[in-house]
C-alpha cells in the first residue's frame, strides 16, 4: 500500500472528528503593527490603542482579520500532518469564511481542526478540506470559522 492509500484509509475514519487542537498563540500590538506596516494597512482600530479605545466599542486595538486568518498556517503545522510520504502541501483556499468576533490586542488564539472531506484527486494527490475555528482564549465565540482547502501531494506513486 502507498503513503498516499495509507492516508487516505487512515485519515477518512476521522472524517466529522477534531484532529487536534493548537498551542494559544499570543496576538500582541507588537505583532498588529507589523502586519499594519507590512500590508499597508495602518487603519486606527489596528494601530492607535488611544483612538481605538475612545471612538470604538472594542475598547482598544483589535488585530485584522487577515492576520487571525494567517496564523492558520502556523496552526495547522503545530497540529495536522504531515503524513508519511508527504512533500508538500498547497493552500487551495477556502469555501467558506467568516469573521465572527473581533481579536482585542494582547489576546491569545488556537486553532481547532475538524476534518470535513478528504477525497483522492489523482495518484499522487489527496484533497482534504478542514473546517478550521479559531478561538479566543476565555471567550465563548470565536475569533473565525473557515472550510480549509489543501491538497497534500505525496511522493509515492504505486
Do not use: C
Request: hydrophobic share 45%.
Amino acid at each position: 500500500m502507498s503513503d498516499l492509500q495509507n492516508a487516505y484509509a487512515t485519515q477518512s475514519l476521522l472524517i466529522g472528528k477534531t484532529l487536534g487542537r493548537s498551542p494559544w498563540l499570543l496576538i500582541d500590538q507588537a505583532r498588529i503593527d507589523a502586519f499594519a506596516d507590512i500590508t499597508e494597512d495602518p487603519q486606527f482600530i489596528h494601530t492607535d490603542a488611544a483612538r481605538a479605545a475612545a471612538e470604538t466599542p472594542f475598547g482598544g486595538t483589535v488585530a485584522h482579520g487577515f492576520l487571525t486568518l494567517s496564523m492558520a498556517s502556523r496552526m495547522m503545522q503545530d497540529t495536522v500532518g504531515p503524513f508519511e510520504g508527504q512533500v508538500m502541501n498547497l493552500n487551495a483556499g477556502f469555501d467558506r469564511l467568516r469573521f465572527l468576533t473581533p481579536l482585542r490586542s494582547g489576546s491569545r488564539i488556537r486553532g481547532v481542526f475538524e476534518l470535513k472531506e478528504l477525497k483522492q484527486t489523482s495518484a499522487s494527490q489527496l484533497r482534504m478540506v478542514t473546517t478550521l475555528t479559531i478561538e479566543i482564549e476565555g471567550t465563548d465565540k470565536p475569533a473565525l470559522l473557515a472550510d480549509w482547502v489543501n491538497v497534500v501531494v505525496f511522493s509515492d506513486v504505486e
